[in-house]
């Protein structure tokens, strides 16, 4: 059986934006942000993916999808494993940015 190819997401309506932000205070004053928006595409049915996705400034993305038919009408247990481990996986990242620049704000050299 050929797999269909997945269309190009559409936004609808307005932007649903996601933001994760995680700072520090002073004296090692840092913030790391991060914004995700929802791609949904026209018409969504079981076997269509809902995105959600950040543009990197490389011009890659991070991106997590999922069908709607996991979703609708709850989410499956395997789902919910794969939503926390992109989760954990933004965490872990995010907080290992904040400590390279929590440490350029102290000025202190980075250990390896």
């Known amino acids: 059986m050929k797999k269909k190819p997945i269309p190009a997401p559409t936004l609808i309506g307005q932007p649903k934006i ?3 932000s ?14 995700y928006q929802l ?3 026209k018409d969504a049915g079981g076997d269509d993916d809902i995105l959600i996705r950040r ?3 490389d011009g890659s993305a991070d991106s997590f999808g999922a069908r709607v ?10 789902l919910q494993i794969r939503i926390k481990m992109f989760a954990d996986r933004i965490v872990k990242e995010m907080l ?8 350029r704000a ?7």
């Not at 995680?22 to 914004?35: D, G, L, M, S, Y």
């Not at 290992?96 to 440490?103: I, S, Y």
């Open 18 to 20: 996601l933001l994760i």
């Open 22 to 35: 995680v700072n520090t205070p002073r004296p090692a004053q840092a913030q790391i942000n991060r914004h």
């Open 39 to 41: 791609w949904v595409p």
């Open 55 to 57: 543009q990197k400034a």
């Open 69 to 78: 038919d996991e979703i609708v009408p709850t989410f499956l247990g395997v």
């Open 96 to 103: 290992a940015e904040l400590k390279q620049e929590a440490e």
């Open 106 to 112: 102290l000025g202190t050299p980075r250990r390896a």
